[in-house]
DNA sequence: AGCTCATGTAAAAGTCGTTCACATGAGCTG
DNA sequence: CAGCTCATGTGAACGACTTTTACATGAGCT
């Protein structure tokens, strides 16, 4: 009957030993698979072969358990927005729509992050640490939008940088959570979500009065080879499109 | 101790009459308040005044209550959006930015709806009749971008319009759950969610080489008078603003 | 009046989350 | 090394939830 139960303790003992570890693992997976939602606290301790209420030494409650994993998300997010910028080189543009390519890379490999992270209904703002490393991961957005608006054209006004973040997050989160992730990827749509908000980031940047064939106006030259890309996204269009962000106008 | 239920039976008789709907109305408020993971069936069982069991007569599990409610959701998404566009009067750029603005004020008033629609993590693809009801509300906008790629001035390219429809979407959806909507609302922003969507639209718009201070520039002159806003917003400038689609420029 | 079937009920099985008293054994202390 | 201690894990138990099943009720038709 239990033997398989008997055989687990047998080749690890009484003590896990590295359980909290597994658990967040487990339920990683699990999220990965059904959601936050059907995921479950039984179903992480049975994957890790202790009982249900093993898991209470090392996480408060379920919820607890997630916070912990969107606390993760956060810091991992963070660091691949910060690695995507890359302090803006070779051009401060170009970085830009890096760190847009990276946010929907993070999305689409990470899904269980992600849904942690932002579909979990999970109260960030109740939860101070959480709240902080979200915080973090947003001034990266911050800071890169603060570096393009430093270099608006002479003739328009300075936008103001955390009004651009704002958008910029919310292009990111729009086209992730509509287009990049789960069922509503199925869509058939005219392009791929990275082409998508490629487009989208350009189109607003024009509306701002940034020249947006690559390498801005303003500024000394800077290095022009391109460093190896963080993610390897589905291609972008090399140069600068003549006509429009967007491929050809039909 | 048990005279309440009694009463309730009392009351109402053995059937209850409208269960269905009263279940549905039921799981709205619950949904509102405790978010689509929180809401339980048997919940809405009690708070209509019946068994656990009595729902299974109306639905076949809880999933098809959520469905129904986003079924239910999704069309009165459409007609707000249909009576917003209100077929581009008086003019398309402000029909337009009214579809922006009602797409807010439905997650906004409507959080029950909007959560079962875009944040339960229900399988909107898998249902037919739910995508179909999904894919008839997008076709307003589509619509409405459609009108709008028509204006586009000479000596631009033509944007595709499908692809502005799915930009407008992304920025309305990142809007409304990242800052119109529960927790995250409670960050402190430079400007209301109204006012950050409508400058993303109109600056987006900017970069497609629209005219962006109100009445395009192309057609014939439509009825000046603006008619009654049907949501009455945070109070958005009412003229063109001279600088940009933001307040003042610092 | 009597039938029938949609609609409701109680009871039960299975799952979860969570708590509690108790078991185990890793690591320290003498 | 004996013994102690405390972090870590177990099993049993409680209440809530989901779903199924057999049975009850009564509204509407004949």
Not at 3 to 9: A, H, L, S
């Amino acid at each position: 009957m239990s033997w398989r139960k008997e055989q687990r303790r047998a080749e690890r003992g009484y003590h896990h030993g590295n359980l909290k570890e597994a658990l967040l693992q487990a339920a990683l997976g699990l999220i990965a698979e059904k959601g936050a939602a059907g995921f479950t606290f039984a179903d992480a301790a049975r994957m890790a072969g202790v009982s249900a209420a093993a898991p209470y030494r090392h996480f408060r409650d379920r919820d607890e358990l997630l916070s912990s994993i969107a606390q993760r998300g956060f810091e991992q997010f963070e660091s691949r927005l910060t690695a995507a910028w890359d302090d803006g080189r070779p051009d401060t543009v170009t970085a830009f729509e890096r760190v847009g390519r990276a946010y929907l890379a993070f999305a689409r490999e990470e899904p269980a992050f992600y849904n942690a992270m932002f579909e979990s209904g999970l109260p960030v703002d109740a939860n101070p640490a959480l709240q902080a490393a979200s915080e973090r991961a947003f001034n990266i957005i911050r800071a890169a939008a603060e570096r393009l608006a430093a270099l608006a054209p002479p003739g328009m006004p300075r936008p103001p940088a955390m009004m651009m973040a704002l958008h910029i997050w919310s292009m990111s989160h729009g086209v992730a959570s509509l287009f990049s992730r789960g069922d509503a990827a199925r869509r058939k749509l005219p392009m791929s979500p990275d082409e998508l908000l490629e487009a989208e980031v350009l189109i607003y940047l024009r509306g701002l009065g940034f020249p947006t064939d690559r390498r801005p106006a303003g500024k000394g030259a800077e290095p022009p080879p391109v460093p190896p890309e963080a993610s390897s996204g589905s291609g972008m269009p090399p140069g600068g499109a003549p006509a429009g962000p967007w491929g050809k106008p039909k």
